[in-house]
T-cell receptor, first 109, second 118 residues
Framework: GQNIDQPTEMTATEGAIVQINCTYQTSGFNGLFWYQQHAGEAPTFLSYNVLDGLEEKGRFSSFLSRSKGYSYLLLKELQMKDSASYLCAVVDSNYQLIWGAGTKLIIKP | GAVVSQHPSWVICKSGTSVKIECRSLDFQATTMFWYRQFPKQSLMLMATSNEGSKATYEQGVEKDKFLINHASLTLSTLTVTSAHPEDSSFYIC??????????????FGPGTRLTVL
């Protein structure tokens, strides 16, 4: 079956760095998305990786290793507003989205 | 874990026809389901919130008469795109909120339905 794993919850301190991991086993791979979702709001696009490597976008970076079925989202200089759920989603061979359950990130002062 | 399915996975239709997309929560009850549109490499745009047994709540700018939503049971919501036109071509994603779990804010997303209108 198809499976996406990411931690359920993580806690970090304001100003620090946190890495949210996502491992996947899917039928085919056509890219991986990271979304941020605040409670009661629609998911906001953060990144899309289809090739191996690190993509940096301001305070957020996303890494992909297709051979390992692994991605991570790196958040630097954490701010209180970064408290949210972070969703990992893989596009499979049928161009369907396979979603992780999301990682709830709690930022403490 | 909670699973949400969508049917069909993809559909191609002629301009002017109507298309129905189903969203099902397979192993949990969902009094609330959400319908989104995804544009390439962009955020999900919330179209409407579907509540079981009552009328859907549409976001500003979304035509109610064009995107008909029915949430007839605790496990099924349908989105019907009426008189579809090429500009309606998109990836439609639903999500369901598990009302039985303690995490009332958790949404489980479906795999999406790709609609292409010729």
């Amino acid at each position: 079956g198809q499976n996406i794993d990411q931690p359920t919850e993580m806690t970090a301190t304001e100003g620090a760095i946190v890495q949210i991991n996502c491992t996947y086993q899917t039928s085919g791979f056509n890219g991986l998305f990271w979304y941020q979702q605040h409670a009661g709001e629609a998911p906001t696009f953060l990144s899309y990786n289809v090739l191996d490597g690190l993509e940096e976008k301001g305070r957020f970076s996303s890494f992909l290793s297709r051979s390992k079925g692994y991605s991570y989202l790196l958040l630097k200089e954490l701010q209180m507003k970064d408290s949210a759920s972070y969703l990992c989603a893989v596009v499979d061979s049928n161009y369907q989205l396979i979603w992780g359950a999301g990682t709830k990130l709690i930022i403490k002062p | 874990g909670a699973v949400v399915s969508q049917h069909p996975s993809w559909v191609i239709c002629k301009s002017g026809t109507s298309v129905k997309i189903e969203c099902r929560s397979l192993d949990f009850q969902a009094t609330t389901m959400f319908w989104y549109r995804q544009f390439p490499k962009q955020s999900l745009m919330l179209m409407a919130t579907s509540n079981e047994g009552s009328k859907a709540t549409y976001e500003q700018g979304v035509e109610k008469d064009k995107f008909l939503i029915n949430h007839a049971s605790l496990t099924l919501s349908t989105l019907t795109v009426t008189s579809a036109h090429p500009e309606d071509s998109s990836f439609y994603i639903c999500s369901a909120r598990d009302t039985t779990s303690g995490e009332s804010d958790t949404q489980y997303f479906g795999p999406g339905t790709r609609l292409t209108v010729l």
